[in-house]
């Protein structure tokens, strides 16, 4: 018997030895997984034939994977030979289903990299070399939609390593860190210290102007307290650009590093009324702002067309179809809040800037992407949806929608009508209906607890300002309490909740 167990177990232990590379796994890497645009933040190191540290790259750009084999790097590059330099390398990258691929440069460089990827493709790091320089690079897709000098506004931490030069020669070894102060409006400044090895903490300050394109791409020329300028390359990340990837040079020092906003993004600051959502407000419809200063009180808007200036309140958008700026109509204004409208004519998929200015006094400048539609439901009491019955009730959990009725939500977000009459920023919508482009073409939709409703109509609420609403019929569904959701060009809205009876 004995013997009988050991030969068992024996056989047991080959059987599970056999599958040693099984695993459990939720998915796997194609080449797929990249596809777009990508921050990328790229650093080199040449070593002599002896072994010795022979020289630096330092690289900041994008690089861009097409979802199939081809991939391309474009950026600016600061070295000990020579600072802003662009670049731009090509080849094809491949990447096996273990999400560990390679890259091989043909055009610019001939660099090779192994790629690794991760949180299904939405970053990557890079290890190669070719005949000059050993590489590490990585990068994210998280980026804003689209980008304006606006984007950087407020106070952004930073730190930075490089090496100190003397001509062509690199002769040590330097870092700083400290805080870059943006004003959103092309302005900079800085407050760093800098330490060199053999030498004391030294503590500067950098004025400058800085620029950003809406591919996220920036730059700056910064003065610093020495007499030295400063040449700064700079990509953004992060959904609301609250991340940098950065190069800097100057005639002594080359650096490269990273910074991260030291407070909330004023961005952030900037949602569609109805939902809080950032960057969910679509021209025509209304928004919030929040910040400090921006009235000497409350006061609420009383008359149709909407007042621009509230107390001594204004609010200036500027959009590439009002690039010297255009004042918004506001519904409320107080210390720490307005709500306004934004302009109808402000282009869908662009970013807007918008500045405050109360009495005497103007804000930083702050960004605020527009998309194509951007539906927020309105919601009263605890997240209930504002739902008017078939009764002209308003929709409670004592007051329910019976199955098969026609009801109404309002909601705002809804993006370009067809309107039936001219639409003025501010103003009355027409009288008639104005249904939102998509209708009835069917890229939107209504669901109640996750069931489809029939639409009967969705657009403009005639005679109000930056309000939608869309009237459709409860689906069959239990009776019970469910979240509310309108979707329109595949966006989708809150979920506050309804009720239904029967």
Same mark, same amino acid.
């Given at each position: 018997?004995?013997?009988?167990?050991?030969?068992?177990?024996?056989?047991?232990?080959?059987?599970?030895?056999?599958?040693?590379?099984?695993? #459990?796994?939720?998915?796997? %890497?194609?080449? /797929?997984? @990249? !596809? $777009?645009? &990508?921050?990328?933040?790229? *650093? =080199?190191?040449?070593?002599?034939?002896?072994?010795?540290?022979?020289?630096?790259?330092?690289?900041?750009?994008?690089?861009?994977?097409?979802?199939?084999?081809?991939?391309?790097?474009?950026?600016?590059?600061?070295?000990?030979?020579?600072?802003?330099?662009?670049?731009?390398?090509?080849?094809?990258?491949?990447?096996?289903?273990?999400?560990?691929?390679?890259?091989?440069?043909?055009?610019?460089?001939?660099?090779?990299?192994?790629?690794?990827?991760?949180?299904?493709?939405?970053?990557?790091?890079?290890?190669?070399?070719?005949?000059?320089?050993?590489?590490?690079?990585?990068?994210?897709? #998280?980026?804003?939609?689209? %980008?304006?000098? /606006?984007? @950087? !506004? $407020?106070? &952004?931490?930073?730190?930075? *390593? =490089?090496?100190?030069?003397?001509?062509?020669?690199?002769?040590?070894?330097?870092?700083?860190?400290?805080?870059?102060?943006?004003?959103?409006?092309?302005?900079?400044?800085?407050?760093?210290?800098?330490?060199?090895?053999?030498?004391a903490a030294a503590s500067l300050s950098s004025t400058g102007t800085y620029s950003l394109g809406s591919n996220c791409l920036g730059s700056a020329t910064l003065m610093d307290s020495n007499g030295r300028s400063n040449a700064l390359t700079f990509a953004v990340n992060g959904l609301y650009g609250g991340t940098l990837v950065l190069i800097d040079a100057n005639s002594q020092f080359v650096r490269d590093g990273s910074a991260e906003t030291a407070?909330?993004?004023?961005?952030?600051?900037?949602?569609?009324?109805?939902?809080?959502?950032?960057?969910?407000?679509?021209?025509?419809?209304?928004?919030?702002?929040?910040?400090?200063?921006?009235?000497?009180?409350?006061?609420?808007?009383?008359?149709?067309?909407?007042?621009?200036?509230?107390?001594?309140?204004?609010?200036?958008?500027?959009?590439?179809?009002?690039?010297?700026?255009?004042?918004?109509?506001?519904?409320?204004?107080?210390?720490?809040?307005?709500?306004?409208?934004?302009?109808?004519?402000?282009?869908?998929?662009?970013?807007?800037?918008?500045?405050?200015?109360?009495?005497?006094?103007?804000?930083?400048?702050?960004?605020?992407?527009?998309?194509?539609?951007?539906?927020?439901?309105?919601?009263?009491?605890?997240?209930?949806?504002?739902?008017?019955?078939?009764?002209?009730?308003?929709?409670?959990?004592?007051?329910?929608?019976?199955?098969?009725?026609?009801?109404?939500?309002?909601?705002?977000?809804?993006?370009?009508?067809?309107?039936?009459?001219?639409?003025?920023?501010?103003?009355?919508?027409?009288?008639?209906?104005?249904?939102?482009?998509?209708?009835?073409?069917?890229?939107?939709?209504?669901?109640?607890?996750?069931?489809?409703?029939?639409?009967?109509?969705?657009?403009?609420?005639?005679?109000?300002?930056?309000?939608?609403?869309?009237?459709?019929?409860?689906?069959?569904?239990?009776?019970?309490?469910?979240?509310?959701?309108?979707?329109?060009?595949?966006?989708?809205?809150?979920?506050?909740?309804?009720?239904?009876?029967?």
């Amino acid at each position: 018997m004995k013997n009988s167990r050991a030969a068992f177990f024996i056989a047991s232990a080959c059987l599970l030895a056999a599958p040693a590379f099984a695993q #459990i796994t939720g998915g796997s %890497c194609s080449a /797929s997984n @990249l !596809s $777009g645009a &990508y921050t990328l933040s790229l *650093s =080199g190191r040449a070593i002599s034939s002896a072994g010795s540290f022979a020289g630096s790259f330092q690289g900041v750009g994008t690089i861009t994977f097409d979802g199939v084999s081809n991939v391309t790097l474009t950026g600016t590059v600061n070295t000990n030979l020579a600072t802003g330099k662009t670049f731009t390398y090509s080849g094809t990258y491949t990447l096996p289903s273990n999400c560990l691929g390679t890259i091989t440069l043909t055009t610019g460089s001939t660099a090779t990299f192994s790629l690794v990827v991760w949180s299904s493709g939405q970053r990557y790091l890079l290890a190669g070399s070719d005949a000059t320089y050993i590489y590490t690079a990585n990068g994210t897709n #998280i980026k804003p939609a689209a %980008c304006a000098t /606006s984007t @950087l !506004s $407020g106070p &952004y931490s930073f730190d930075a *390593s =490089g090496f100190t030069v003397s001509g062509t020669a690199q002769t040590g070894s330097a870092d700083e860190s400290g805080v870059l102060q943006f004003d959103g409006q092309g302005n900079v400044t800085a407050s760093y210290t800098q330490t060199a090895g053999g030498t004391a903490a030294a503590s500067l300050s950098s004025t400058g102007t800085y620029s950003l394109g809406s591919n996220c791409l920036g730059s700056a020329t910064l003065m610093d307290s020495n007499g030295r300028s400063n040449a700064l390359t700079f990509a953004v990340n992060g959904l609301y650009g609250g991340t940098l990837v950065l190069i800097d040079a100057n005639s002594q020092f080359v650096r490269d590093g990273s910074a991260e906003t030291a407070a909330t993004n004023p961005t952030q600051s900037i949602a569609n009324v109805a939902s809080n959502v950032v960057n969910y407000t679509p021209a025509g419809s209304v928004f919030e702002l929040y910040g400090v200063g921006l009235a000497t009180g409350e006061t609420q808007a009383s008359t149709v067309p909407l007042q621009t200036t509230l107390r001594t309140t204004t609010v200036t958008v500027y959009s590439s179809a009002a690039p010297n700026g255009e004042l918004a109509p506001l519904y409320y204004v107080d210390t720490g809040q307005i709500d306004a409208q934004m302009p109808w004519d402000v282009p869908a998929g662009t970013v807007a800037t918008v500045i405050v200015k109360n009495g005497t006094a103007t804000s930083n400048a702050a960004a605020v992407y527009v998309p194509a539609a951007g539906p927020g439901i309105s919601v009263y009491s605890n997240n209930r949806a504002v739902v008017v019955n078939k009764d002209g009730s308003v929709n409670s959990a004592t007051d329910a929608a019976a199955v098969g009725d026609e009801v109404v939500a309002y909601f705002t977000g809804g993006g370009a009508v067809n309107a039936s009459g001219t639409l003025t920023t501010g103003h009355a919508s027409p009288s008639g209906l104005s249904p939102i482009t998509e209708y009835p073409s069917g890229s939107y939709s209504v669901t109640v607890g996750g069931q489809t409703a029939q639409v009967a109509y969705i657009g403009l609420t005639p005679g109000s300002v930056g309000l939608y609403q869309v009237n459709f019929f409860v689906p069959q569904i239990a009776k019970g309490t469910y979240p509310l959701v309108i979707t329109i060009a595949g966006q989708a809205s809150n979920s506050p909740v309804m009720t239904v009876s029967n």
